[in-house]
Structures are given as structure tokens and as C-alpha cells.
């Protein structure tokens, strides 16, 4: 009995132990209030021509001045690239409900992801060669909207310099280049591709283009996957980063919200596992807001989390297995599959931690990294609630659609849940709002803006 009692004591205080940990992930009304007053700070200080560059969240200007009317017809090619897969895309819309789309997918070499520039739109145009030999559209001429997951600064819808590379790429002499007329003097190379224009647009702007097409109220899209971002709709004169367009009252804004913080703003409540991973990670001091977020890092949070835990002596009887030490061994894939577990076998959560070394994990074990990924996940969708709710009453419409992209928010359980209950608590009760997954918004964003801005191009002249 005696002993039955103290293991009981020992289950309850490496509970506790592991609770005690986890307690930074956890944000109180407090913390949320604070946040929620840097990042709107923040958004100011990004639109504002004089303060613009010493802002971590830069609001950069899209030059996306019109959604979709619906009324779009023809042919339109889109380049989908977001990252070292990519895919051509043939549009061809009939009507609203009626759009035929014929795609093909590529894969950049490896050795052309880390070679010249120039290589690898020569390859993007090489494939667009071939993509329109195979449909048989030599003879025609298009405009091609060209979606490039990557941070951009803009000065026109048909230019893009690019800030610096993520993902897999490293090729040489594009960062600081407009990688427009990249593209523009590859595909001039051959003669069997006719682009009177291309139109340049990143990922989450596509998919709020692509959303807008089926519901008319969106003004918000984010992605949520391996990184994070947010693109709304600002009214133009909020945007004081080049002289007002008097044609147009709004514009789609690209927030890149993933540096909020990367100059201490969020210091306050980062914990110390935070100040590690972003110590030990390829880029200091860069990402931090995606670092708290983000499917590309959770996992390590996690990671770095069960470290203290197994530390203190409080799980998995204190042993540091060879897997574990590896950094980013642990991914947003394994706290998936201990998420979704069902009932108390932790038959999933036991393989997981036999990837990780660990072959006779007890109930409580299994409990207790249940318990870290729960508070890591749950803090991911809640910081992001929080800035969404933020865009939701800055726009300020009775109702409004968020497009949502990105397999953490398609896929990981519970999040969606988590995402729309927060965001609905913070937002003003005069606010509705509805999340729209809008997954494959990356092909069809761009295709959309190439067919709105033919129309508009087509008023003009």
C-alpha cells in the first residue's frame, strides 16, 4: 500500500514538475492585452512612411487594388512557387462555377536550388516550354500571374525584389534583384512562349485572391503551416508608404508578421525555451513571432521542453537518449500523432517515442508529453488569434471571411477549434467573422489576379 502511495506521489510531483515548465506557454488576459496593443502598434508603424523601416511587422504594399468581380473569362497560366516543388497551372474560366485547370508539377534540382540565379529561371522557363508544348498553346498569348513564397518588396504588381530567401533556396545574385524581369528574361529566351504580362504575388496574397472568388467578404487570409504569415485589406489612405491613389480606397496588405518581435517587443513573455531555440537556430534574432508559431519550430519548442523535464527527473525516468539531444528531430508530425490520440493506450505516442529512443515509456510518460504538446500547440493558434482579431476590428465590418491555408490549420487537431474560439473572444462582439479553409489558394490565387488584371488592363486601353 505504502508503496502503491509514494509512486502515486511521485506520478503527481513530476506532474507538476512538467506543469511548471509549460507555464510560460500559457498566456493569461494580460498577456494577451499586450500583445494584442504591440501588434496594432506595430501594423502603424509598418504603414507609416517614417517609421516603416525600423518596424518588425513591414506591412508591405501588394499593389492588389481589386478582388475578383466574378465576371473574369478566358485562359490564364499561373507559376506556383513555394519552394522547391513547383507547379504550372492552365486556367481556363467559362463562368463563376465553371473553370477547367490543368496542372503539372516540377522539382528544382539541388544543385540548381543552391547554383546562379540565373539557372533557376532558366529551369522555371524551360518547364513553362515544355508545359506549353504538351497543352499545344504555342500560338497564344497570355498573362501569367506568378505566385513566389518568399519575402517581397514591391514597387508595382509587376516587380518584386526579393528580401532574402527561406526554404531550401540559396542561389546566388537574386536576393536585392527583381525576380520579374528574371523571369520575364528567361521565358523571352524561348520562342514558343508568348507572356504580354506577369503579375507578381506571394502565397497568402493568393490565397485571399482565391478565397474572394468564392466568398465576396474576405479581407483577411493567413497561412499556417511549416511558416506563417498574413495578408487583409487596408484602406488606402492608412497606407502612407507612396503618394495616395485616389482610384482605388483600399489595398491587400502583406504583413509579414513572422518578425513581430524581432527587436524585443515580445521579450516579455517569450520563455527561456524560446531564447534558446532562436540562440541555437540558423538566423538569430529573425522570425521570432513564426519561432512561437510556426510548424517549422513547435516541434522544437517541444523538444527543447521535454530536455528541461527529463533533466529535472520528471519523465521518462530521466534518461537522455542519443535521438533526443539531435536538434529538430522532433516535427509538428509527431505532435500531431500524439494530439490525436484516442483512449489510453498511447499506441501512437509510445512509437513516437521509440523513434526517439525510448522503448518503455509508461502511461504517464505518454500523459505528460501529451500535456507539453497541448500547451505548444494551444499557445501556436492563440498568439495567432490574437493578431487575428487584431485585423478583424482594425477592418472593422459587420462581417468578414478569413482564408485560412496551410496544413497546421487543415490538419492539426484541435487547432481550427482552438483558432476560432479565441479569435472570437477577442474580437468586438459587433464583429462577425467566419474561417474558410482555402487549401490549392496558391495556383488559383495567381491565375485570378492575371484574369482581374487583364479586365482592368483591358478598360484602360
Known sequence: ???????????????????????????????????????????????????????????????????????????????????????????????????????????????????????????????????????????????????????????????????????????EDVVGHDVVAMLQAALSRRDNIHITNIFVLNGTTATLISCAWKHRE?????????????????????????KEDTLNSTMLINTQWSSFGNHGALNFMRSPIDFALDESSTNPNEGIFDKMVAGMYIGEIVRLTMIECINAGALLKGNLSEQIRKQMVFDIKHMSEIEKEKGASYQSTRQVLETMGYKEATNEDCENLRYICNKVSTRSAELIAICLACLVDRIGDPYIVIG??????????????????????????????????????????????????????????
Open 218 to 242: 474576405t479581407k483577411i487570409a493567413v497561412t499556417i503551416g511549416r511558416d506563417t504569415n498574413a495578408v487583409y485589406e487596408e484602406k488606402m489612405k492608412h497606407i502612407q508608404l507612396f
Open 1 to 171: 500500500m505504502a508503496e502503491k502511495e509514494s509512486q502515486q506521489d511521485e506520478i503527481e510531483s513530476n506532474r507538476k514538475i512538467v506543469e511548471d515548465f509549460c507555464k510560460p506557454f500559457v498566456l493569461n488576459e494580460d498577456i494577451c492585452q499586450q500583445v494584442s496593443d504591440l501588434f496594432l502598434a506595430e501594423i502603424k508603424k509598418g504603414l507609416c512612411k517614417y517609421t516603416h523601416p525600423k518596424a518588425d511587422i513591414k506591412c508591405y504594399p501588394t499593389y492588389v487594388k481589386r478582388l475578383p468581380t466574378r465576371c473574369e473569362r478566358g485562359k490564364f497560366l499561373a507559376l506556383d512557387v513555394g519552394g522547391s516543388n513547383f507547379r504550372i497551372l492552365l486556367y481556363s474560366i467559362q463562368d463563376f462555377d465553371d473553370i477547367k485547370v490543368e496542372s503539372q508539377n516540377f522539382q528544382v534540382p539541388p544543385k540548381v536550388l543552391t547554383g546562379p540565379g540565373e539557372h533557376l529561371f532558366e529551369f522555371f522557363a524551360e518547364c513553362m516550354s515544355n508545359f506549353i508544348q504538351t497543352h499545344e498553346l504555342q500560338e497564344e498569348e497570355f498573362n501569367l500571374g506568378f505566385t513566389f513564397s518568399f519575402p517581397l518588396m514591391k514597387t508595382s504588381l509587376k516587380n518584386g525584389i526579393l528580401i532574402r530567401w527561406s526554404k531550401d533556396f540559396q542561389c
Open 404 to 461: 485560412i491555408d496551410g496544413d497546421m490549420y487543415s490538419s492539426y487537431p484541435n487547432y481550427r477549434e482552438c483558432l476560432r474560439k479565441k479569435t472570437k473572444q477577442l474580437v468586438r462582439p459587433e464583429h462577425k467573422f467566419t474561417l474558410q479553409l482555402t487549401e490549392d489558394g496558391s495556383g488559383h490565387g495567381a491565375a485570378l489576379l492575371a484574369a482581374t488584371e487583364s479586365v482592368e488592363r483591358r478598360r484602360h486601353h
